[in-house]
């Protein structure tokens, strides 16, 4: 029998998330997949990422899944826990398998390649039925992405059910687009994406990505605008890389740039982490683009790291933030 506990009745969390987490298996110093006699093991899912780097910045956080009870699924549960994530509402399903993705590091012009193997993973076969949806009256926000949705009709059945519970709790919900080509198409995942944002209260993602969405080359401002009002009035924020993110909260837009002169290590994980700065300084009550300042510093951290986690302390990212300028753009 599957077992899943649920979190003590006295607990209240800053943000929920749920989603997949794999192991991450990559090549070192850029050596080819098909030659490597080595892998380096870490942990990555966007929804864990997250949750990581909200917990290591002292937010009280809890991440649900389902994970194979064995030794990857507790390797990847003490990972959490290691690092502060509340790991109590696990589904864990024995005779299942953990997803993993592979990475081959490239220079340009070669790029990097990203391969998974995470079909038919526990994570896969979440069911709405797994989570004690309750605890959303003791939690201030829920956190979800466009990945999980894509696993499979039990994961997207799972969200619709989170959006649920999070509105009819009042728990503000965030959605970051987060598209991957290798799980669903555009024309698959357009419909289901404008179905769950138009009911959150937030929406980020990559300009490529909403672009992409809207079969459209529009940017900035208008591209903002037009999701916003495509969305039911959720407030946008829509990173474009060095040239920082630009949001719409219905009023006013905001364009802060991006940190410069970045050395970057690894990309990978960059928009979780900017996702966990934003949202971390939201919940602290900053203002948007104060708070997209922090998810800017908290990314420029994370790429200059191995690994999809932003292994940031506050002290970090207030000192990046300190050395820059507070001149805001709008």
């Excluded at 949806?133 to 990945?147: A, N, P, V």
Aim: net charge negative; aromatic share 8%.
């Amino acid at each position: 029998m599957a077992l899943t506990t649920s979190s003590n009745a006295t607990d209240t969390y800053d943000l929920i998330t749920l989603g997949e987490t794999m192991w991450r298996l990559s090549t070192p110093d850029f050596v080819r997949l098909e030659m490597t006699d080595t892998l380096d093991v870490t942990v990555g899912g966007a929804e864990s990422n997250l949750a990581i780097a909200l917990a290591r910045m002292g937010k009280r956080v809890a991440w649900w899944s389902r994970l194979p009870d064995n030794p990857l699924g507790r390797h990847v549960a003490q990972t959490l826990r290691t690092f502060g994530v509340d790991i109590s509402g696990i589904y864990w399903q024995p005779d299942a398998r953990l997803g993993t993705y592979f990475i081959e590091f490239g220079s340009a012009p070669r790029p990097t390649q990203v391969v998974y193997d995470r079909a038919n993973s526990a994570a896969s076969q979440m069911h709405p039925d797994d989570f004690d949806w309750s605890i959303f009256e003791r939690t201030r926000r829920l956190h979800l992405t466009g990945i999980t949705p894509a696993l499979s009709p039990s994961c997207l059945q799972t969200v619709r059910r989170a959006i649920d519970e999070a509105n009819r709790a009042g728990v503000s919900v965030s959605f970051d687009l987060n598209y991957r080509a290798k799980l669903w198409t555009w024309d698959e995942c357009r419909p289901v994406v404008d179905e769950l944002a138009s009911r959150c209260q937030m929406v980020m993602g990559a300009t490529r990505d909403a672009q992409n969405l809207v079969a459209d080359t529009i940017e900035g401002e208008p591209l903002v605008r037009h999701l916003h009002e495509r969305w039911q009035g959720a407030t946008v924020i829509m990173t474009k890389g060095d040239e920082g993110p630009v949001a719409f909260d219905g009023h006013e837009f905001y364009h802060v740039p991006a940190f410069t002169g970045v050395q970057v290590v690894d990309r990978i994980g960059a928009g979780d982490a900017f996702d966990a700065g934003l949202l971390c300084a939201l919940l602290d009550g900053t203002t948007l683009p104060e708070a997209m300042r922090y998810g800017n510093a908290v990314a420029a951290l994370k790429m200059t790291m191995f690994g999809d986690i932003a292994l940031v302390r506050r002290d970090e990212v207030e000192a990046l933030l300190a050395e820059e300028s507070t001149d805001i753009k709008r």
